[in-house]
């Protein structure tokens, strides 16, 4: 696997780093004058090791030099006199410990600017408030129900119009792009239906009818150790920091990335004006998790790749883009360094499917997924609930599919557990 060559040995993308390096410094120049920030922070720059050292690596110049950084649980910030005003004057707008994390997020996404919110619906939203009504979205046909809720009550209370199509098929989206498009949200893989889209050619495709249609992408399957959208023509992608990013379930958050740092600085002042900024904890204890992300996420794609292996040996029908046979396989190895920790399967037959998902023991009954324990779910009970079912219908949404979210534990000890829990519903098992 290429997944631990450091991206800067790679000719293409060496040079891209250096284009995108002269960019940011010289957007920098730009920069309002502001005095420098007292707080300790990673200094926005092209990442020079492969991800599994950077996010690993912070720089700061804190007083103390201390290796965490520390919260600055203040909403007010003291200004030395009127005529002498410091970086920070009230969180809503600005905290050191929020600060840092996102230019620690801007360096492992190669963004220009990364923004921290309080959770992956918000960033979406944050994004969805430059939009005006009459303008249109197209958007996938498996999107996050979440999303899929979001861009709901977008058309039926912004005048927003949404096209929900395939957009694993380029021309669909060719056909659909028109003059008042205005954004293109993707997903890949999707969840749980695992569709992997062309994002490079849906970019270029889109750009090239309607240059300024922002293509959106949701990398919270992915994670930056797995997918850049930002390198591959994205103008936007956000993710879900609940997942992966914090790995622990014990947080939520959502995070914003551009290149453009004139987008950067719009999507700032919606976060500036409707409040939504991660508080100085939550940004700490995200700044927490990434450190751990590499080890958490190779192991819970490890334990995936052995568990796809077994279901696929005793003649599931499973969705997994690590799968030579999966439809998407080749264009998904194309933009993404690995197939990611999360999976699903079908049975054909939805009671047999339920009795699985209670009979586990390890796997814990839970929507969300990237945590370190493993969880199982079945998606139309829980996760798409909020999808109707007459829409699950008419997007052939498999009722008797079971989502994996893959965890940290023994791989033998997650695929005894399954074994044991398939025999219990009363599954035929291949001896
Ligand atoms: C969880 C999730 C979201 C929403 O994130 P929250 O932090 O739960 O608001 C968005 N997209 C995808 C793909 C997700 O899995």
Known sequence: MSRDIPLNTVPCLRRKAAAFQQLVMSQNQNDNGAPPSPAPSSPRSFPQYAVDTEIVTTEGNDQYRSSSVPIYQTATFKQESLSNMGEYDYTRSGNPTRSHLERHLA????????????????????????????????????????????????????????????????????????????????????????????????????????????????????????????DLGADITYESGTKFLCGHHDLMAGVLAVKDLVLGERLFQVINASGCGLSPFDSWLLLRGIKTLAVRFEKQQNNAERIAAFLKSHNFEVYYPGLESHPGYNVHTKQSLGPGAVLSFRTHDLPLSERIVESTKLWGISVSFGCVNSLISLPCKMSHASIDPKERAERDFPEDLIRLCVGIENPQDLIDDLLAAMVKAGVEMKK
């Open 107 to 230: 360096k492992i996404m190669h963004a220009g600017r990364a923004l921290a919110v309080s959770s992956g619906m918000t960033a979406l939203d944050v994004i969805a408030r430059l939009l005006q009504p009459g303008e249109e979205v197209i958007a996938g046909d498996d999107l996050y129900g979440g999303s899929n809720r979001l861009l709901k009550y977008l058309r039926v209370n912004q005048g927003i119009i949404v096209h929900h199509i395939d957009t694993t098929d380029v021309d669909a989206v060719k056909k659909t792009v028109n003059s008042k498009t205005r954004m293109v949200l993707l997903e890949s893989p999707t969840n749980p239906l695992i569709k992997i889209c062309d994002i490079e050619a849906v970019a270029t495709a889109t750009h090239e009818a309607v240059p300024e249609c922002l293509v959106v992408v949701d990398n919270t399957m992915m994670s930056p150790m797995n997918m850049r959208p930002l």
